[in-house]
């Protein structure tokens, strides 16, 4: 794989240049993908976001979200961008199956094929890219890559909103251990270009409809499975109850990161049941490596602090396997806790 700077040349001319996410789009890949898009746009090519699924709400104040095509809803017009393209981008996902349905459309793609990410373990399909685990977000590297391109002057406030979305949920508000020094110089950078960010803040926070908080305060009174033996947390969400509370994309997003905030309480898992599959989210605090745990167990990752996985099995089953999973892992998340405190 080539690295960024050699894709210089290639964006010297106008070019027709298609940019994707992974499912379920959270700030960080909204975020990237549309500051490209406007930065990329500025440079006089000709470009369109693809989504593999719905935007959620929370995220639609981003500018020209309302243009991102969505390819569960509208295919073929999707599949005619990637047809015309001849580059494309694949932004904060190092795999294609990370978009699911759209997985096979980017297989099938005859162009130049660039990656941006911040994941371990990138596939080889990517003609040119940089993975880099140690940055904060993809946002963060969207915004050195226009640094890299001696693009600073063209940042604008479209680009610079989007880019800071992503990376202020990515470093939870800046309190991760991924807020480096680069973090903050960048953030300084974006707010002299005269970005507000407490709007950001609340568009993000506190714009969520009635049923997420009171799913919220159900999910925290009757579902939160406490173990302090091994300083970990359960939370399995039927599909029934995301039913019941009528939620829409994104009105789980963050849930897991609660219990982390109970004193003694290091590793937390939260489990829901979708049509096809159950999807999982895995958080920490300290040194027990959930992207570990997630790519042992559940044929997942992400990183150190912060994975993902899925189970094919039922809920029940999938509880069982955790469970177990709990049972061999539980000498070392004494060992982190241990080291925490």
Same mark, same amino acid.
């Given at each position: 794989m080539k690295t960024l700077a050699e894709l210089a040349p290639l964006l010297s001319a106008p070019q027709k240049i298609a940019i994707t996410h992974h499912y379920n789009p959270d700030a960080d890949a909204l975020g990237s993908s549309l500051g490209l898009f406007h930065y990329l746009n500025q440079l006089g090519h000709s470009c369109h976001v693809i989504? &593999?699924?719905?935007?959620? #709400? @929370?995220?639609?104040?981003? /500018?020209?979200?309302? +243009?991102?095509?969505?390819?569960?809803?509208?295919?073929?017009?999707?599949?005619?961008?990637?047809?015309?393209?001849?580059?494309?981008?694949?932004?904060?996902?190092?795999?294609?199956s990370r978009t699911q349905t759209l997985a096979g459309s980017l297989t099938n793609f005859n162009g130049t094929?660039?990656?941006?990410?911040?994941?371990?373990? &990138?596939?080889?399909?990517? #003609? @040119?890219?940089?993975?880099? /685990?140690?940055?904060? +977000?993809?946002?963060?590297?969207?915004?050195?890559?226009?640094?890299s391109t001696s693009g600073n002057s063209l940042i604008d406030l479209n680009i610079a909103r989007c880019l800071y979305a992503?990376?202020?949920?990515?470093?939870?508000?800046?309190?991760?251990?991924?807020?480096?020094?680069?973090?903050h110089a960048m953030v300084s950078d974006l707010m002299e270009k005269g970005l507000q960010t407490a709007p950001i803040h609340q568009a993000i926070f506190d714009t969520f409809n009635v049923n997420r908080l009171r799913f919220l305060g159900y999910v925290l009174s009757e579902k939160m499975i406490i173990d302090p033996a091994t300083h970990s947390s359960l939370i399995p969400i039927t599909k029934e109850e995301l039913n019941r509370f009528q939620l829409k994309t994104g009105d789980t997003e963050g849930i897991v990161n609660y219990p982390l905030s109970i004193q003694d309480i290091i590793f937390s898992t939260f489990i829901t049941e979708r049509d096809n599959e159950i999807r999982m989210s895995f958080r920490s605090k300290g040194l027990f490596n959930v992207n570990e745990f997630a790519r042992t167990y559940f044929n997942g990752g992400g990183h150190a602090n912060a994975a993902g996985g899925r189970s094919h099995a039922s809920l029940s089953d999938t509880i069982e396997i955790y469970r177990k999973a709990i049972i061999q892992t539980e000498n070392q998340l004494k060992q982190c806790y241990n080291e925490l405190v």
């Open positions: 989504s &593999p699924n719905a935007i959620p #709400d @929370f995220l639609r104040w981003m /500018p020209e979200s309302n +243009s991102v095509l969505i390819y569960e809803e509208n295919k073929q017009a999707a599949d005619a961008v990637l047809d015309e393209s001849t580059i494309l981008f694949s932004l904060d996902y190092n795999h294609y094929k660039v990656m941006i990410d911040h994941h371990l373990f &990138p596939d080889t399909v990517f #003609d @040119f890219g940089l993975s880099l /685990p140690s940055k904060s +977000s993809t946002c963060e590297m969207v915004y050195d890559f226009i640094n992503g990376v202020m949920t990515d470093t939870g508000s800046f309190k991760f251990p991924c807020t480096t020094g680069s973090v």
